[in-house]
T-cell receptor, first 116, second 110 residues
Framework: EAEVAQSPRYKITEKSQAVAFWCDPI?????LYWYRQILGQGPELLVQ????????DSQLPKDRFSAERLKGVDSTLKIQPAELGDSAMYLC??????????????FGQGTRLTVV | GIQVEQSPPDLILQEGANSTLRCNFS?????LQWFHQNPWGQLINLFY???GTKQNGRLSATTVATERYSLLYISSSQTTDSGVYFC????????????FGTGTRLTIIP
């Protein structure tokens, strides 16, 4: 069964260091999402791609976060420098996309980030 | 943006009991999904249900789009049903931004 792949599963980093997460969506899925989930809350969208284009990054803290999906397939989310408040679960999801189409989203296992 | 409210926030039940979780949303939607977040944090798809009723084993869901709510029913609860249940919606305007509710934490006691 096709799955969204994410790595690493866990990451511990020191404050002010750089950290990167990788996501490989389900094959053929045009839309890719990065969500952040703080403990005890629901996931919140950081950035959304349609193929290689960003369609929504309004909640991405652009002074320290960056995201790319260069060939419209896999994606990287980077944080530099990391802050203590960035400790959270980072979730990647993908969907077939298309207004009016089935837009069911499927999530990867997530990367649990701890900043010390 | 669209508002998504889930109730109750917490639910503790004995094994074998039935439960109903509710999701209210503030605008018309193109997509509504129910997820179960397992202890390791992964979101497991339960239902893709922008309208109508679906059933999958002991779980079923109903979305009444005209009244802007959805219900998730769990029958004969098992301890493995414990976890957080999220409703997520995509509004019927703008881009495809899936917005999550705050979740219902379900605890099933043996």
């Amino acid at each position: 069964e096709a799955e969204v792949a994410q790595s690493p599963r866990y990451k511990i980093t020191e404050k002010s260091q750089a950290v990167a997460f990788w996501c490989d969506p389900i094959s053929g899925h045009a839309t890719l999402y990065w969500y952040r989930q703080i403990l005890g809350q629901g996931p919140e969208l950081l950035v959304q791609f349609q193929d290689e284009s960003v369609v929504d990054d309004s909640q991405l803290p652009k002074d320290r976060f960056s995201a790319e999906r260069l060939k419209g397939v896999d994606s990287t989310l980077k944080i530099q420098p990391a802050e203590l408040g960035d400790s959270a679960m980072y979730l990647c999801a993908s969907s077939l996309s298309g207004v009016g189409d089935n837009t069911e989203a499927f999530f990867g296992q997530g990367t649990r980030l701890t900043v010390v | 943006g669209i508002q998504v409210e889930q109730s109750p926030p917490d639910l503790i039940l004995q094994e074998g009991a039935n439960s109903t979780l509710r999701c209210n949303f503030s605008d018309s939607v193109n997509n509504l999904q129910w997820f179960h977040q397992n202890p390791w944090g992964q979101l497991i798809n339960l239902f893709y249900i922008p309208s109508g009723t679906k059933q999958n084993g002991r779980l079923s869901a109903t979305t009444v789009a005209t009244e802007r709510y959805s219900l998730l029913y769990i029958s004969s609860s098992q301890t493995t049903d414990s976890g957080v249940y999220f409703c997520a919606v995509e509004p019927n305007f703008g881009n495809e931004k899936l917005t999550f509710g705050t979740g219902t934490r379900l605890t099933i006691i043996p």
